[in-house]
């Protein structure tokens, strides 16, 4: 009588899942159109939390009319085939090979056969599953078998481990800020989400039910207590990077006299999608234009070696000084290719295009030009976009609004949490109100939580705010760095429209340096050398500033342009791993795997499977659906 029950649940289970992934289809023509093939992994655990024995209740639809023979077969031994449905007659071969006939009359435009394969004892010992969950039970903090909590009394802890065991090392491919090839191994899984729906508990058997997590560790568990009974749930997302790998959920509670239901936990395959709000691609192409700007300082600055640079000329500077009697009119030259270095003659900053590195008349910015050029593209652009972000999330917080929302007609300025209480109050006591009080409220406030995390808050290193201070900060060293170079510009001296150094006299003396090398050759020895000295050494620390800041930016713009890179990975994981038996040739393919816990009873008898497992699937699988996003800006672990 239970494995009938059971058997009636699981066929249930299997066309609430065709229903959930089929799409409605239209008349074939006289060779099959479409073919669907949805599994259900159904593992019975023990009592010390082993598998101990497995089914796989399959679905199988062909669109089309006439006779068609559709070869299926299993990856493993099967003890045993049945056709729950109709009177089809299924055949298998030596080698688990199984054919199955379908005769669609005229007038349909599909056939459906639904078997139940049960795999081999032996086969099972062996199984190696995606993902694997284990369940230790603890009475007074001590730990005991499931069955031998039956009729006892104390404090009980159920904790749940879930891992997921897919990941491998994986060489991601993709192009860097200078368009080089770069391969990045990463450990990349096969993205998986666990429920836990729905366990229930008896009111006058168990109290003080708590659901505890941990951050990064836990998640928190959903209770409802509906008509003296507390349910349970939790939704584990196992998709490193954006969540662990392994993680655990834990129940507690006060009980009396125990007795368990079997509890079920779904495990199925998820695609992640990327956020349709993209908040962080403003601020990538601000680090690209960032690190243009600390290569166009790179490259002014330059190397001793490094032609038409700053330090190249303060070098030649100081070693022309050292030929005081031949070297005045070579010291006059290098010092003119400091100046230009520092500020071209003539730029004009508002015509420069940063794809050609220099303006409509084809000059090139000096380091200071490219420092007013970087100034100005953070305060132009990265500040007020980041302020716009902060505005953009704010507006989104108050768009979702507070849980005590509520009493407003919903309209277009009312909160998300109005309407939705609203909605309760209008859907009071009906399946609707549990939806929304045991689904939908949660995931609200985890994304208000969440927009406010992102804009200001201390678990996003890198959240909105911080990035605005700091590009504030970076804003005003760029503006110090600019007064002195425009210093440094002043002294050596303002250049004509052709080029030499405009003749300026400060108080009987020559107001410039290069003008003064001019006018006052004997000074040049006792006081410029010197000078030369100190400009080398401050600029060639701007340069290295610059080098390394362009190494931090290019290290972080990598995990942006690693980002398609991994999530094209995980998707073609997701899509890998459909099927459990095997594949049929041509159809497209789901895959949901449940896995259930033997009930605690003080006659010994075992519970009957209903309802209960109906629902937690069903839910299982319309959140197989709508999975939660992967945040795929989410640095990847290299």
């Known amino acids: 009588m239970l494995k009938k029950s059971r058997v009636k649940s699981y066929l249930v289970l299997l066309v609430v899942l065709m229903l959930v992934f089929a799409p409605l289809a239209t008349a074939q023509g006289p060779a099959p159109g479409k073919i669907f093939d949805n599994e259900l992994v159904v593992a019975q655990l023990d009592d010390n939390g082993q598998i101990s024995s497995m089914q796989v209740l399959n679905h199988v639809r062909v669109f089309g009319e006439g006779q068609f023979s559709i070869q299926d077969s299993s990856r493993f031994k099967l003890a045993s085939v049945r056709n729950l449905y109709g009177s089809e007659k299924i055949t298998t071969d030596e080698n688990n090979n199984l054919t199955l006939p379908f005769n669609i009359k005229s007038g349909n435009t599909f056939g459906d056969i639904y078997y139940l394969a049960a795999i081999a004892d032996d086969e099972v010992a062996n199984m190696e599953l995606p993902v694997s969950i284990s369940l230790e039970y603890y009475l007074d903090d001590q730990k005991v078998l499931p069955s031998e909590l039956a009729g006892k009394s104390g404090h009980l802890k159920i904790v749940t481990t879930m891992e997921n065991l897919t990941g491998k090392p994986t060489a991601l491919q993709f192009k860097d800020i200078n368009g080089e090839e770069v391969s990045k191994e990463s450990t990349v899984y096969t993205p998986y989400a666990v429920a836990l729906k729905d366990w229930a508990f008896n009111n006058d058997k168990f109290a003080n039910i708590s659901a505890p997590g941990v951050a990064e560790e836990s998640p928190e568990g959903t209770i409802a207590n509906i008509q003296g009974v507390t349910t349970v749930s939790w939704t584990v997302p196992l998709i490193p990077p ?17 007795e368990l239901p079997s509890f079920n936990i779904a495990v199925m395959s998820v695609v992640p999608v990327q956020s349709a709000i993209d908040n962080l691609g403003t601020v990538q192409n601000s680090l690209e234009q960032l690190y243009g700007g600390f290569d166009q300082i790179q490259g002014g600055v330059g190397a001793p070696n490094q032609d038409a640079t700053l330090l190249y000329g303060l070098n030649a500077v100081n070693g022309g000084l050292g030929q005081i009697s031949g070297g005045l009119g070579s010291l006059y030259e290098n010092l003119m290719k400091i100046r230009v270095g520092m500020s071209t003659p003539g730029f004009d900053a508002a015509s420069y295009e940063s794809a050609r590195g220099a303006d409509a008349a084809g000059k090139t910015p000096g380091v200071q030009d490219a420092i007013k050029i970087m100034k100005k593209t953070i305060d132009s652009q990265l500040i007020p976009g980041l302020m716009i972000q902060k505005a953009t999330l704010t507006s989104m917080e108050n768009s979702v609004g507070k849980p005590a929302d509520s009493g407003q007609e919903p309209s277009s300025s ?105 006018y006052l050759q004997n000074a040049i020895n006792g006081q410029l050398k010197p000078g030369v000295v100190q400009l080398s050494d401050g600029a060639g620390k701007i340069g290295t500033g610059a080098g390394t800041a362009k190494e931090g930016i290019a290290e972080g713009l990598q995990t942006f342009q690693s980002i398609p890179v991994l999530t094209s990975t995980l998707k073609d994981n997701a899509s890998q791993a459909s099927n459990f038996l095997g594949k049929i040739e041509g159809a497209e393919t789901t895959l949901t795997y449940v896995f259930q816990t033997q009930p605690v009873t003080q006659d010994g008898k075992a519970m009957k499977y209903g309802l209960g497992a109906i629902g937690i699937s069903l839910i299982a699988l319309i959140a197989a659906g709508r999975p939660p996003k992967l945040d795929v800006s989410t640095p990847v672990d290299a």
Request: glycine content about 10%; aromatic content about 6%; charged content about 20%.
């Open 242 to 258: 954006s969540y662990p790998a392994k993680q655990y959920a834990t129940f507690e509670a006060d009980a009396v006299d125990i």
């Open 414 to 518: 009312t909160s998300i949490y109005n309407d939705i209480n609203q909605l309760k109050a209008a859907t009071a006591g009906t399946p609707a109100q549990k939806i929304i009080t045991d689904s939908i409220e949660p995931k609200l406030k985890t994304l208000g939580n969440s927009i406010a995390d992102f804009r200001e808050g201390s678990n996003y290193p890198a959240s909105v705010a911080k990035v605005e201070a700091g590009s504030k900060q970076l804003s005003e060293a760029l503006g110090k760095a600019d007064q002195g170079l425009a210093m440094m510009v002043f002294g050596l001296g303002t250049l004509e429209a052709d080029g030499k150094p405009m003749p300026i006299m400060l108080n009987g003396k020559p107001g410039s340096v290069l003008y003064a090398l001019i």
